[in-house]
């Protein structure tokens, strides 16, 4: 079965810096979404990525799409405080089934 | 903008207790999924839900859970017997068709006591 991870599971870093989460899945796939999660909450939906060499920009969050290396990049540029939650990325799963697999989540903390 | 709803957003129950928790999802959606997140772990998949019938249920989702779309417009997923361990978030999302995106609704927290 499809298997997604991220690292790191946990990260703290200063305002300012720069720091890219990885997402790996184990086959192919054709989706890779990318949300925030704050304590208590919903899945806010960041991005949508379809193709090989996608990439997407908001603000502060730049991510990307490698299908050949089956890895996706959350990088986060000059971070803030209120960049602080935790990231997961969800990988769409279409051989002989059709699902959202979660990565592990990467909980990160921005430390003013 | 539209939006998937659950509701409660916030459930306790007592062990053995039956739930039902409850989703609207995007009115022209086809496709529905529950998922839940034990706290401080990853989302996991349960059911997805297509055409009046279970399309794949993962192995969380036993004896105990059952979904159904009684009126066209709710989603419900229904716990017979909760146990302690059923304690969690759980979101419904919905989608239009397979090459679009899945919406999830704000998340239902259940606890079990």
């Known amino acids: 079965e499809l298997k997604v991870e991220q690292n790191p599971l946990f990260l703290s870093m200063q305002e300012g810096k720069n720091y890219t989460i990885y997402c790996n899945y184990s086959?192919?796939?054709?989706?890779l979404y990318w949300y925030r999660q704050d304590p208590g909450k919903s899945l806010e939906s960041l991005f949508v990525l379809l193709s090989n060499g996608a990439v997407k920009q908001e603000g502060r969050l730049m991510a990307s799409l490698d299908t050949k290396a089956r890895l996706s990049t959350l990088h986060i540029t000059a971070a803030v405080h209120d960049l602080s939650a935790t990231y997961f990325c969800?990988?769409?799963?279409?051989?002989?089934?059709?699902?959202?697999?979660f990565g592990t989540g990467t909980r990160l903390k921005v430390l003013a | 903008e539209p939006e998937v709803t659950q509701t409660p957003s916030h459930q306790v129950t007592q062990m053995g207790q039956e739930v039902i928790l409850r989703c609207v999802p995007i009115s022209n959606h086809l496709y529905f999924y529950w998922y839940r997140q034990i706290l401080g772990q990853k989302v996991e998949f349960l059911v997805s839900f297509y055409n009046n019938e279970i399309s794949e249920k993962s192995e969380i989702f036993d004896d105990q859970f059952s979904v159904e779309r009684p009126d066209g417009s709710n989603f419900t997923l229904k716990i017979r017997s909760t146990k302690l361990e059923d304690s969690a978030m759980y979101f419904c999302?919905?989608?239009?068709?397979?090459?679009?995106?899945?919406?999830f609704g704000q998340g239902t927290r259940l606890t079990v006591v």
């Open positions: 999302a919905s989608e239009k068709d397979r090459n679009t995106e899945a919406f």
């Open positions: 969800a990988v769409l799963t279409t051989s002989g089934t059709y699902k959202y697999i």
């Open positions: 086959t192919t796939s054709d989706r």
